[in-house]
Every structure is written in structure tokens, then in C-alpha cells.
């Protein structure tokens, strides 16, 4: 009788904790628009991401830690000289603070948040040497969007806005403003 009131007692513990952390893996993509000074014009271009994520629910609150790999793509264009797109890729990481806001019962909720997110840009590249910008490594952002849970997947729309200038010249800067939209799966 003991050992049945054990594993009844553990099943009710593990439901629990399932519905107070989940994780899993996200894809994203991202369309990539910069603010720039000394460029005539400047182009968006998409980028791709995965990462994965953990979730902390807290009744009406949750936080969530991502981490991950992710692509941003732009083009920038200066007279008399022509336009290069830059494709920068590396680590992507992300601390989100939400709440949910319209419970959806056992379907799920809809939810609004901000956060920080860092990129680290291991991969830089790109189609000329026409524009030559050296690119500082990290570029910090602060974010915010809107959620949607329904079932096991998570689909987030989301600005980030940098605050970075990530042109490491002193006569240019280079800010980054991505509308990422991603998808995931809780596996818990």
C-alpha cells in the first residue's frame, strides 16, 4: 500500500512540475531593417534562427530563457560606391519576463512580454569589400511582442530593437531592428 501512495504521490508531483517548467526547441525567422549614418540607404533582408527555450510559469507570470544560433540579413548603400548585404550569424540568447493575459483553459493563453536579448556574431560576411564596415561582435537588444500557447506549440512575434551600434568605425553607426516571428514545441 505504501509503495501504491509513493508512485500516486510522485505522478501528482511530476504533473506539477510539468506545468511549472517546460522546454523545448524553436525555429524562427526574422526580417532585419537597420538605422544608419553615412549610408545613402539601407535594404531588409530575412534571416533564420533555432534555439531552444525554458519556460518558468508562475500562474498569471512566466519567464523564459532561450539560447540559440541565429542569421540577420541587410544591405546597405553608399553613393558613388554601391550597395553590399551583410549576412551576420552566431550566438543569440534571449530573457524574457510575460504575462499571460487571456487564458485559453487547457488549450492554452495568449501573452504579452519584454526582454533583453545578445548576439555574439561569430560569422560575418559579405557579397563586396564596395562598403567596408567593421562590425563590432555583440550587439544588445531589448525586446517585446505577443504569444500565443495553444497545445504544445508556442508561436511568438516579436521587435527587437537594438541598442548597439554595431559599426565599430567612429564615422558611421549601424543599429539593428528585427521583427522575428518563432515557433516552438514544449516537450514538457
Not at 3 to 12: E, P, Y
Not at 45 to 54: E, L, P, R, S
Not at 153 to 158: A, E, I, N
Given at each position: 500500500m505504501k509503495?501504491?501512495?509513493?508512485?500516486?504521490?510522485?505522478?501528482?508531483?511530476?504533473?506539477?512540475f510539468a506545468q511549472l517548467i517546460q522546454i523545448g526547441p524553436q525555429i524562427s525567422t526574422?526580417?532585419?531593417?537597420?538605422?544608419?549614418?553615412?549610408?545613402?540607404?539601407?535594404?531588409?533582408?530575412?534571416?533564420?534562427?533555432?534555439?531552444?527555450?525554458?519556460?518558468?510559469?508562475?500562474a498569471l507570470f512566466y519567464a523564459q530563457g532561450e539560447f540559440g544560433y541565429a542569421q540577420t540579413n541587410f544591405s546597405v548603400y553608399q553613393d558613388a560606391i554601391?550597395?553590399?548585404?551583410?549576412?551576420?550569424?552566431?550566438?543569440?540568447?534571449?530573457?524574457?519576463?510575460?504575462?499571460?493575459?487571456?487564458p485559453l483553459g487547457k488549450l492554452g493563453n495568449v501573452r504579452l512580454f519584454v526582454g533583453y536579448n545578445w548576439k555574439n556574431y561569430s560569422d560575418i560576411s559579405r557579397s563586396n569589400n564596395l562598403n567596408s564596415v567593421t562590425f563590432e561582435k555583440n550587439n544588445h537588444s531589448i525586446l517585446g511582442g505577443v504569444g500565443v500557447d495553444v497545445?504544445?506549440?508556442?508561436?511568438?512575434?516579436?521587435?527587437?530593437?537594438?541598442?548597439?551600434?554595431?559599426?565599430?568605425?567612429?564615422?558611421?553607426?549601424?543599429?539593428?531592428?528585427?521583427?522575428?516571428?518563432?515557433?516552438?514545441?514544449?516537450?514538457?
Open positions: 509503495k501504491f501512495f509513493l508512485v500516486a504521490f510522485l505522478c501528482i508531483c511530476a504533473n506539477g526574422n526580417i532585419t531593417s537597420v538605422n544608419t549614418k553615412n549610408f545613402s540607404s539601407d535594404h531588409t533582408n530575412t534571416g533564420i534562427g533555432a534555439a531552444a527555450f525554458a519556460r518558468l510559469n508562475l554601391g550597395e553590399t548585404e551583410f549576412k551576420l550569424a552566431g550566438t543569440d540568447a534571449s530573457l524574457i519576463a510575460g504575462l499571460k493575459i487571456i497545445w504544445r506549440l508556442t508561436f511568438d512575434l516579436r521587435y527587437l530593437a537594438g541598442l548597439s551600434d554595431i559599426d565599430a568605425s567612429s564615422n558611421g553607426e549601424i543599429k539593428t531592428g528585427v521583427t522575428n516571428f518563432s515557433l516552438g514545441f514544449k516537450f514538457l
